[in-house]
């Protein structure tokens, strides 16, 4: 049957003439990559993508003015990478920065990118009737000004280290022709979400909800073609056949390896296994003011020597490795090793069981004869922790928390929540604990949002802990004004001393997830932000491909065999 | 009868309606909304959810969008699925084909199986092979689906790897195959969640069906069928069976609605895109036009279901046709 099916793909070859597109003196172009995913990408829209699986496929459609590079460096210019932009000019007094458009570049459809385009890009995502996640992020961007229709330059309200950073990571660039003549809101809606047109070095071919997202080379594009011919996101939802998937080389990679499937894999000659550093990390949240009157402080969690008695009764090495085993380290704080910012010798608030004890006892939580409960004024130390019920890391992680509590004489009833239910209680502050993880970006800049006094007093904000410092805040806002790197990773350390002196939050886990992968396949660097970044620079060698990856590089099927039909 | 049925085709609109509303109005009333599910992304605000509930009519009151919804109803629409990016009906007529083809198989499957089952058991009622066959429909009957397929994906792809993991088709060859290879690789993807759900089901009509059996055998027609000389296996099946299969007919008009949900689990395991994952994933997500959209077409698969099952029992047992 397989050897069958190879000819028939053999003689598709011939039949659609595409054997002499590739050159075959290139041992490394060709091949496919299937990768295993857990759910659909909920748009290809570039600048409303919300999902990890929406902004994998994306980034491999729509091409950024610039590339970050792999230092992930956000100062200045330094580290980009041209891409549609072939290169850049800051004015002398650096508020404007005029990018030079590739004259290579080119649509899917064949249009040629222009500096309208970028314009467009940028002016559509800040038009509020879109609600794209990426227009709070771009405020320091003021317009886009075209000259040329090579040239766009950006103007910034004010100067600022990052601010290339800003008007380059956020957004890849959308084809004006296509989207202007849509109204904002509808685009979600239109036919031209479904078959996006971008310029990066994979196209799109089809989307069949549940089932599989295919894009294929860009044989033409102006950066040059891709290794890989063919990309398959093959969606499984339910983990156990994703893995499965992967395991008897249905498909190729898979992103999320857990601890127990490692033995499994390690049967598997063909399979191999690499971990990366992510820009995620895992905390137990309190909430600081009451859930029923937020005016009020919560009255357990609005003392912060509670909070600190409480993160002093977590041992959160032994809880990370229960958990995770190698795949992540304890968490330092809201942020992430990877950040050049991000001191590794962060002063935590230490294990120390004895003292939890000890400051328990003094603030007044004594332990209760009748049961082990600490009790002050006939209340007990008991509350809720929330956690969604879809995800076994969290509600493993809940349970070791609630041992360790029980140890401090604190009572903790773990609640198993829709993950809706969990975020409309979130978004309410109507929580005492909840169990979140944050997937960062490459600006430590971002803590603002989650933990600044911006994001918890606005009634739209992020900070669901309601944690306000204005120390915290200002050495923030100072490390992000600073040009000088040592300077500006001496304020951010400075402030993640004081939120993890503060303990809104216990930081429980920084994980480094593992992927497993097809042994033919040659990878690149795995990207801390987004490890399909470099897709285009893996590759098969020519001796090492099996059927699938002979599939012609085209964005048509080629014509079946009619049944029964001997090949060649 | 053209009466009866007409009469039973309004009722089943009634009920239809009814149970669309119910939905609708629960699925409202659930904590959460579509756009509550990304809060691991710390650049989607709750300004940018409130702008995508603008957008999609849901800050407006609860009877509004019920208006609204009953409006675009009232055009053939069925809404627009948050969690799909397109048309509930187009998810719908997507999904619909592969549920009604895996249903179709395992219900035909199920109801041979379960029926021969029955007859052997009582043809050697008493035997090991009665006791035998009771142990195994009994063990099947009482273990909990999602543990039973996942076992059989794990035996049958990984273990002894006869069949593909999972979809219904090879989505990376599949368009590259010839008309033969096609039909090939669909009946393999079919096979193992159509073969789980035959066993998983048959067992309950086996049960059923031996009970049934061994109720009717000790009736007078079959002491007469008996006396006449018939063997055995003649009388069994000329006689026992047909009397037998009235509470099996009715048993295929409630299977329905247990087939189309009893499979979410077949569906989520073996990446089956059919309607039980879709609309049970789609609670999950706030998925309200999904949710609906499924609902309304499954409670009229399942009235009609209901409905030809009464069209049987008519045609089986004489003794209702002037009813």
Known sequence: ?568 | MIRQIAQRLVQAAVIVAIVAVITFILIHLAPGDPFSAVMDNPNVSEAVRQTLRVQYGLDRPLPEQFARYVSSLAHGELGWSFSHARPVREVLGSALPNTLLLMGVALVGSFTLGILIALIQVARRGSVTDHALSGISLFLFSMPDFWFVILSLLAFTYWLPIFPVGGAVDLVMHEYMGLGGRIVDRLRHLALPAITLTVLASAAVARYQRAALLDVLPADYIRTARLKGLTERQILRRHALRNALLPIITMIGLSFPALLTGAFFVEKIFAWPGMGYAVVNAIGTRDYPLVVGGVIIGSIMVTLGSLLADLLYALADPRLRGR
């Open chain 1, 1 to 568: 049957m397989a050897a069958m099916t190879h000819a028939r793909i053999l003689c598709a070859l011939l039949l659609c003439g595409c054997v002499g597109t590739e050159s075959s003196s290139d041992k490394n172009t060709g091949g496919t990559l299937a990768i295993s995913t857990g759910g659909d990408p909920d748009v290809l829209i570039p600048s409303l993508v919300q999902r990890v699986q929406a902004a994998q496929i994306t980034d491999m459609m729509f091409d950024r003015l610039a590339d970050i590079g792999d230092s992930l460096n956000i100062l200045n210019d330094k580290g980009f990478t041209p891409r549609l932009a072939d290169h850049w000019t800051w004015s002398a007094d650096s508020l404007s920065i005029a990018f030079h458009i590739n004259p290579k570049a080119k649509w899917h459809d064949d249009a040629p990118v222009r500096s309208n385009d970028v314009r467009f890009t940028i002016t559509s995502t800040k038009d509020t009737t879109l609600g794209s996640p990426n227009a709070a992020l771009l405020t320091n961007i003021d317009s886009v000004s075209t000259p040329d229709s090579a040239t766009a330059v950006f103007w910034f309200h004010s100067r600022s280290p990052q601010q290339f950073y800003d008007a380059v990571y956020l957004l890849p660039i959308m084809p004006e022709h296509v989207w202007k003549p849509i109204p904002p809101a509808s685009w979600r809606t239109s036919d031209a979400a479904r078959n996006p047109i971008g310029s990066g070095q994979y196209r799109f071919v089809r989307w069949i909800p549940r089932a599989a997202v295919e894009l294929v080379a860009d044989t033409a594009n102006y950066r040059g073609a891709p290794n890989l011919r063919r990309l398959i996101w093959s969606i499984a939802p339910d983990f156990q056949g994703a893995v499965t998937r992967f395991l008897t080389g249905e498909t190729d990679f898979f992103e999320a390896l857990r601890l127990e499937n490692l033995p499994e894999v390690a049967k598997h000659p063909e399979l191999s296994t690499r971990q990366y550093h992510a820009l995620q990390y895992l905390f137990a949240q309190f909430n600081l003011r009451d859930p029923a009157h937020h005016d009020r402080p919560h009255p357990l969690f609005g003392n912060r020597e509670l909070r600190r008695a409480l993160t002093m009764a977590i041992d959160r090495p032994t809880l990370v490795k229960s958990v995770y085993g190698s795949f992540a380290l304890p968490a330092l704080g809201p942020t992430v090793r990877s950040y050049p910012t991000t001191d590794p010798n962060l002063a935590q608030i230490p294990f120390d069981l004895p003292r939890a004890r000890q400051i328990l006892d003094s603030l007044g939580w004594r332990v209760s004869t009748s049961d082990s409960v600490r009790r002050r004024n006939g209340r007990p130390l008991q509350f809720t922790l929330s956690v969604p019920s879809s995800s076994k890391v969290r509600v493993q992680t809940a349970v070791i928390l609630q041992e360790q509590l029980r140890q401090a004489g604190a009572k903790m009833d773990v609640e198993q929540l829709e993950f809706p239910a969990l975020m409309e209680k979130a978004s309410k502050r109507a929580f005492d604990m909840t169990i979140n993880q944050l997937n960062t970006q490459p600006s430590p800049g971002a803590v603002l949002g989650s933990w600044g006094i911006g994001g918890s007093r606005a009634s739209s904000g992020n900070n669901s802990s309601s944690y306000e410092n204005p120390a915290f805040d200002a050495n923030v806002d100072s490390a992000l004004a600073s040009f000088d790197p040592a300077k500006r990773k001496a304020y951010f350390t400075s402030a993640y001393e004081t939120i993890i002196q503060d303990a809104p939050a216990i930081w429980l886990a920084e994980p480094s997830p593992v992927v497993g992968y097809h042994s033919r396949l040659q990878l690149a660097t795995l990207r801390p932000d987004a490890w399909w970044i470099h897709i285009p620079e893996w590759s098969i060698t020519a001796d090492k491909r099996i059927p699938r990856d002979n599939t012609p590089a085209s964005t048509t099927v080629p014509p079946a065999l009619p049944a029964g039909q001997k090949t060649p």
